[in-house]
Every structure is written in structure tokens, then in C-alpha cells.
């Protein structure tokens, strides 16, 4: 057989070479000699793809590929095989993830909010401190769109830092209410829920509609009132952390659902909320609003989120002023840093100190906020008040905190990352933020977009090398959707926030973004596939179901996001 010969060469050495990653006790060349010994088994390759497929993309028979994979000619055919076989990946991955989508819709109900907008049509024009902008009009009606049918609303509402998510939010929560069901707000953290409870109050001024705090640290107490208002039905809207998921927590009438920084959650802890309205028999589902601040790369989106809706909030709120953002390295720096910011002080403004460690630590060399604080307190900032905010406080302590340098009685915020999304203080306009480059370029896009919420220009200090690039990229770009490009060019796909997230899709073969372009049309192919034959029941997809079932399993599961 001509792939026997071409294997003999191969091996022998002729021609160009695979390369196969060498593991402990086994090099490349013996796991080389060992493929050659089971080429045979090429000659069994199944061709999952319709004929049709394959030409109007020009794709080698998946056969041609293994073999020019496994045992190539010349160097071009590697390249070749590689797209073939990535094309083959981002396909199942996307009929997966529309087949989820399909079954999510099929198999639950949710309750219909479709009357007129009685609550939220007068929050609107008499109780909101602000005229909208168009991308919130946009987004309020494609949540009274999804909203209006029975099948769960799930959409992914992401924007530019500052954009204001939480006023759709608050929108998508108040068209639950007004329809005589309950509705949550869950965040990934205390701080950041509570800072959800207070710009929730603030957006309804004198406005009758009861709202609760339910986190972890909630007394014993008001927490057991909360609980049973909300299984009493008394307690329309809540804002909290996982303390609402807890299986102690009952809702009456469960209608709607916010779930803020969405990634920060597990599929169960999700789900977990969610299925807080099957205990209501006349509907077996909730609508479900997920947030992100972090905007996601369009390769990202439609690699792992496809089965969501999508709404992007790019404008900016009236007034918005610019951050000049500044990448700061030697000592001689430091200290015409610090007099900017007395300068700013002395104005009558107000500024965030960052630090990437809550204490000092003889493994990290990095600044600690407790020994900053302090530093900066007794030293160049001792004509300020400074206050300290950190993750391990107690949650009194962090209330505190918070309230005093929102209120304006604190001139300075010594703080660490906790302070990345929900805090909103407008008379804040210099940020700097110690050792940069220990944060991803998406954490510092969030970090900045605490300051240049009010009337005056602001300033963005990173202290860190200046050859870094994540930190040229922060001082050259305020666009928060070119920068989450830019970090998933120099993080890749598995890494943009942080660690890869336990079940997201790791592809052997397609690399994300360099593959960018196949994924497009991967995505197009799955979804004309899809819209002409949903169950992939026609005789030619019937190898791309087996195929289909083979990865994702009976169910055709797929990569579920953590």
C-alpha cells in the first residue's frame, strides 16, 4: 500500500519527519518507530464529514490527513494535515455546543414576562439619575425579548469597563418583580456583592420594592429573616454570594436570575441557582442573565459560549473622562508619582494604591497592602487619610472600609485586586498599582476602570518593568475588547484567566487564536448543519454523529465552562 511505503521512508529517515513530544523514558524517535508499526490501522479511518463539506471547504479526506500527520512527504503537508484535523475538532466542539443549547430550550420552561412595563417603565423615566445610553436601550429590549417567551433567557451581557452592566441588570431583576416574581443578583464575593446592594439602592431612589443582602457573613440572625421572606414570597429581590445557593434558601416564586462575573463560578454553583425554580410547579425554569466585565476575545466567544445569546455594551456614559495610563520603573519615578498623587489630594480628589499580596511574604518578592499601608500612612502620605481594604478583613472591617473612602472622609485606598470590578467611586482619578506585571492585562483593564467615573482626567500608574508587554499594551489601549484580543494572543486560549478552567475545551490539534479563521468556518458548516438537519439524523451525517457522540458522549455534552 502506497501509506505502508510512504511509512518505511518516513521512518527510515527520508523525506520530513513528525515530531511527537518525548516523555520520560521514551524519546520522540522511539514513539516515531512505534506509529510506524501501526500505520496499518490508517486504512480504517473513518471520513466523518459529508462529501459536500469537504469540497466547498477544500479539506483533505481525513485519512490523507493522519497519514501526511503521522508520516509526511514534505513539511507543507504537516500544516495541511494539522488544519484538516483542527477543522474536524472546532466542528464537534460547535454541533456540541448547539446541540446543548437545543435540549437546554427543549427540556425546561420559564415563566413569561410579556405586560407592559408598568415598574420598570417609570424606573426608567422617573427614577433612574440618568438618561441610558443607546447600547443599554438596545440591551433592555433584547432582555423584553427573550423575557417574553417561555423558553429560559440565557444571555451574556459583557462591556467595556464602566459601560453599566448593573443598570441591565438591574432592569432584567425589576421585569421579574414587576410581574409578581422574585429575582437574584449572585457575585463571586462579599465585596463585590455589597458594592451590588448599594448601587442597587441607589438606582431606586424612594423606590418600594424590598431588596435583601444575604453573603456569608450575614448575622445569624438577619440572615434566618432573609431566608424566610424569601420562601414567604415577602422578598422580591436579593442580591448575595454562594450563601444563595445554599440548600437552606427557598424562594417562593424564583423568576429570574443575574449571575455577575460569570467565570468565577462553577457549572454546579450555576446550575444550583438555576434550579431554584423548578420548585415552582408552574414553571420549571428561571431566565437567566450572566455578566462578565472581562470582554471576551470573538474567538474565545465562539469557541466556548456559542450556546449563549450575546449582548455587548460598548458605549460609554455621558461625561466619561480619559485615563492616561503611565508604566513607571525607576525609584526616580516613584517619587514624582507620589507627588501626583498629593497633588490630586490637594485638589480634593481621591486615589487607589494596589498591591498584589494582602502580606509580606519571604517567598514573593512583591508589595504586601498591610505593610503599604502603613508605610504610606507614616510616610508620603502622612498629611492623608488612608484606609486599607483586603480580601482576609472581617466583613465589618471591610464595610467600613469601603464606606469611608466612598463617603470621601478617606483621601486613599490601600488595597489589593479585591477591588478589581463593582466599586464605583467617582471622585477617584489616580490609580497606582505596585509590581503590574504580576497581573494579566484583562485584571489591569478592571483595576483602571475604578478611577475616570467622574468630571476630571485621570492617571494610571503601573509600576513593573517597561519592557513588559502586557503593560506597553495597558499604556497604549483603553479599548477593553482589543485588549482581551491582545492577552489571548499572549496567554493563549487556556490561559486567560489564569488556569485553565476545569472542563473548558482543550483541543489536541486547533489552536486557539492562531486558528482563528478555521473556527469561523467551523462555526458557519456546524450551524447551516444544524439548521438543516438538527438531530444529525440524514444519512450524510450519520458518521458525524457517531463522530459527535464518540467526544461528547450519548448526550453529545459539550466542553462544559467551569
Request: glycine share 6%; charged share 25%; hydrophobic share 45%.
Amino acid at each position: 500500500m502506497q501509506s505502508h511505503a510512504r511509512t518505511a521512508e518516513a521512518v527510515a529517515g527520508a523525506g520530513a519527519v513528525a515530531h511527537y513530544p518525548a516523555t520520560e523514558g521514551l524519546s520522540s524517535t522511539e514513539i516515531l518507530a512505534l506509529v510506524g508499526e501501526h500505520a496499518a490501522a490508517l486504512e480504517d479511518v473513518i471520513e466523518p464529514l459529508p462529501v459536500s463539506l469537504r469540497l466547498s471547504d477544500s479539506l483533505p479526506d481525513r485519512r490523507a490527513a493522519l497519514t501526511a500527520a503521522h508520516f509526511p512527504r514534505v513539511d507543507a503537508e504537516l500544516e495541511t494535515a494539522r488544519r484538516r484535523l483542527a477543522f474536524d475538532e472546532l466542528l464537534l466542539a460547535q454541533l456540541a455546543l448547539m446541540r446543548r443549547r437545543r435540549l437546554r430550550e427543549r427540556s425546561a420552561t420559564a415563566p413569561v414576562f410579556d405586560a407592559p412595563r408598568e415598574l420598570t417603565g417609570r424606573w426608567l423615566s422617573e427614577l433612574l439619575p440618568f438618561e441610558p445610553t443607546g447600547d443599554q436601550l438596545r440591551a433592555l429590549d433584547a432582555i423584553d425579548e427573550d423575557v417574553s417567551r417561555s423558553r429560559p433567557m440565557q444571555r451574556l451581557l459583557m462591556g467595556e469597563v464602566g459601560s453599566g452592566k448593573t443598570v441591565v441588570a438591574l432592569y432584567a431583576l425589576l421585569r421579574a418583580v414587576e410581574h409578581g416574581y422574585q429575582a437574584a443578583l449572585m457575585a463571586p464575593t462579599e465585596t463585590l456583592a455589597e458594592q451590588h446592594f448599594a448601587t442597587i439602592q441607589s438606582l431606586m431612589p424612594g423606590e418600594a420594592v424590598p431588596v435583601g443582602l444575604l453573603t456569608g457573613s450575614t448575622p445569624a440572625r438577619r440572615a434566618s429573616d432573609i431566608r424566610g421572606k424569601l420562601a414567604s414570597g415577602e422578598l422580591s429581590l436579593i442580591v448575595g454570594t454562594h450563601a444563595l445557593i445554599e440548600p437552606t434558601v427557598e424562594f417562593a416564586r424564583p423568576g429570574l436570575v443575574v449571575v455577575d462575573e460569570q467565570h468565577r463560578f462553577g457549572v454546579s454553583q450555576r446550575a444550583a441557582l438555576d434550579a431554584k425554580g423548578s420548585r415552582d410547579e408552574r414553571a420549571g425554569g428561571v431566565h437567566s442573565l450572566h455578566m462578565t466585565a472581562t470582554p471576551i476575545p470573538r474567538t474565545l466567544a465562539l469557541a466556548s459560549y456559542c450556546d449563549l445569546d450575546f449582548t455587548v455594551l460598548r458605549e460609554l456614559p455621558r461625561g466619561r473622562r480619559p485615563i492616561s495610563t503611565f508604566v513607571c520603573s525607576a525609584e526616580a519615578e516613584r517619587a514624582r508619582a507620589y507627588e501626583r498623587i498629593r497633588e490630586e489630594l490637594r485638589a480634593g480628589r481621591q486615589a487607589f494604591v494596589v498591591c498584589p499580596l494582602v502580606e509580606e511574604s519571604d517567598v514573593l518578592q512583591a508589595r504586601a497592602a498591610t505593610a503599604e499601608f502603613e508605610r504610606l500612612r507614616d510616610g508620603e502620605l502622612r498629611d492623608f487619610e488612608v484606609v486599607l481594604l483586603h480580601g482576609q478583613m472581617p466583613s465589618a472591617a471591610k464595610q467600613q472600609a469601603m464606606a469611608t473612602f466612598a463617603s470621601g472622609a478617606a483621601h486613599v485606598l490601600v488595597a489589593t485586586s479585591v477591588i478589581e470590578v463593582g466599586i464605583d467611586v467617582p471622585n477617584a482619578t489616580v490609580m497606582l498599582v505596585e509590581d503590574a506585571d504580576r497581573y494579566g492585562i484583562s485584571q489591569l483593564h478592571q483595576l483602571r476602570g475604578r478611577i475616570g467615573r467622574g468630571a476630571h482626567d485621570s492617571l494610571c500608574l503601573l509600576f513593573g518593568p517597561k519592557e513588559s508587554a502586557r503593560l506597553r499594551a495597558l499604556a497604549a489601549n483603553r479599548d477593553g475588547f482589543k485588549l482581551a484580543e491582545i492577552d489571548l494572543e499572549l496567554r493563549g486560549e487556556g490561559e486567560l484567566v489564569g488556569t485553565r478552567q476545569h472542563g473548558q475545551a482543550a483541543f489536541r490539534v486547533a489552536e486557539l487564536p492562531r486558528d482563528g479563521e478555521l473556527l469561523e468556518r467551523a462555526a458557519a458548516a456546524a450551524a447551516a448543519i444544524t439548521a438543516a438537519d438538527p438531530e444529525l439524523e440524514l444519512p450524510e451525517h450519520a458518521l458525524l454523529s457517531d463522530a459527535l457522540v464518540e467526544v461528547y458522549g450519548a448526550e453529545a455534552e459539550a466542553p462544559i465552562r467551569a
